[in-house]
């Protein structure tokens, strides 16, 4: 509601004098240290969470590099080694006409942590100064990103399953490359940033913008 053009206050739970544990949910009167069902710390905030955010992002993406750089598989066959980067595998398997799954790899291992990098960096900033961003959409956003982080992992369980499976001999076999570990680093690290993001900072970031009356 609103009266004369000026929007109806909010009352959060942190103006009301009230904090949730995080562990348990339990509602406590702001200023007790710990939780009295769990004995979990309380915080009404995370604590440290842009820095975490920032520290784990930048972490990300140093990994993500190498991960683009070094091959991610490398197939013996007899006395030849053939070794593909992300890309390179992506273009072998459209050559070979696997388009559906070429798709799938360049998605899953390009264009969604590309995407998680971006987005994660911009919801930190927008906490941090003024954003044209919606608060709602920012909050969306943050929730697309957790659900999407346990599909990031595809290429890394396509690289352990051929391994397990490609297994001759001398005839042939599958093994990871440098590229495998260092994917799946990023992956953690940026699933680790997105967990630090606290989203309530947006709303906190918003009720600080809007003006007194």
Known sequence: MSVAGHATPVLT???????ACHRCALVHEAGRERCTRC??????????????VWAWW?????????ANLYPMLATRQLATVH???????????????????????????IVVPLSKFAVIGLLAISVA???????HARIRLHEIIEFIGRWSMVDVFVVALLTA????GAAASVTPGPAAACFALSVAFTML??????????WDAELKQEPQT
């Open 13 to 19: 739970a942190r103006a009301a004098g009230l904090i």
């Open 39 to 52: 004995h979990a710390h309380l915080h009404s905030r995370k604590p440290l969470s842009l820095q975490r």
């Open 58 to 66: 930048i972490a990300g993406i140093i990994a993500f590099i190498p």
């Open 83 to 109: 070794e593909d980067t992300i890309l390179g595998g992506v273009v072998t398997l459209i050559d070979s006409g696997a388009v559906g799954i070429a798709l799938i790899i360049f998605v899953a291992s």
């Open 129 to 135: 100064r003024p954003s044209r961003l919606d608060r």
């Open 165 to 168: 499976l490609v297994q001759l």
């Open 193 to 202: 940033s997105a967990q630090s993001f606290d989203p309530r900072m947006i």
